[in-house]
Every structure is written in C-alpha cells, then in structure tokens.
C-alpha cells in the first residue's frame, strides 16, 4: 500500500470502504469476531453468496483444522461438493429471524464433552480426535425473536488469518 494510499485509509477510513478487508478476513479472531462476522448476515442487503463465499475453506485451511494430512485432503475433496451447494443457495436467515445465537467450544472441550460442547451436534464428540488441538469451533443460528429454533449452522474456524467453514467433521472421519 503506498503512503498516500495508508494515510487516506487512517485519515479517511469512513470514506474508503476498500480499506477494510471484505467477507470473513475482515473480522478479528475473536468470539467477538465471530458474531460480528455472523451478524453480517442478519444485515438488510447483505450479498448472501458474496458473504457465504468468502467463507470457503483453502487447501493450507483443511491442513490447519484436520490432524492428518490425510484427513486434510479427504475434508477438501468432500467439501468440494458442499461449496457447490451454497453456490446455489447460500447461508442466510429465513424470513423473520433477525437474531443470532452464538456457542463455541475448543477442540479440547469437544473431546471432553465439557464447556459449551452440549450445545454442539453429538458428531462432534467422534470427529474432534480427528481435529487438531486448541482450534475454537462455532456454531450458530438465525432465529426469530423469542424463538430457540431457527436456521442451524455448525463448524465455522478463525484459521490463518480469516474464518473458515467446515461443517458436519463427522462425516469427514467415519
């Protein structure tokens, strides 16, 4: 970035929205992060496959989650078809569901069954020896107000600098 280009962006950054990194490498690490990131999709306008998109897992991600290279390279190729699924219809709340809920567990938990583990699908508990160590796992969903049941999501990682989706590790490692 040049000079002019940083200084504009400490100085202006109100005024140039292209300073802010788009879709999931622009939220911190952070449970915080998270629900920021997560909140997105509860905005009015939200581009839904642009949002969804960048949450597509890369080669160097798989690696960073799964234990095994083995199990790295099995994740991506059953991803595969996944990502050609939300291509067609992304993550997004139905209509009404305004609220988010949020639950996250480390890996560790996972295996444990402690912390917030309960609140994860039961897969978890057989998947997490295949998941590396000290990882946060999210989960959430889009409810309505008052509600508990609504648009469930799972598997959502902040790993080499942005978050990742990937759901469902059970069916990775049976």
Known sequence: MTR???AACLVFPFA???CKKEGAAGFPGTEEGAKQL????L???????????????????????FATKEMATKAETVYAQLWTVVEKDPI???EGQTELKVWKATTD?????????GNFPGGYKSAAPHLKSGLTVYRWKFVKPGETLGMAYDGLYHVNGHWVLMPK????TR
């Open 92 to 94: 997004k709340p139905k």
């Open 38 to 41: 997560l909140a997105e999709f």
């Open 109 to 117: 938990e996972l295996k444990a069954g402690t912390g917030e583990a």
């Open 43 to 65: 905005k009015p306008g939200t581009d839904h496959g642009k949002l969804s998109a960048s949450l597509k897992p890369t080669s160097a991600d798989y690696a960073a989650v």
């Open 169 to 172: 590790p059970w069916r990775i």
């Open 16 to 18: 140039f929205g292209a």
């Open 4 to 6: 002019i280009a940083l």
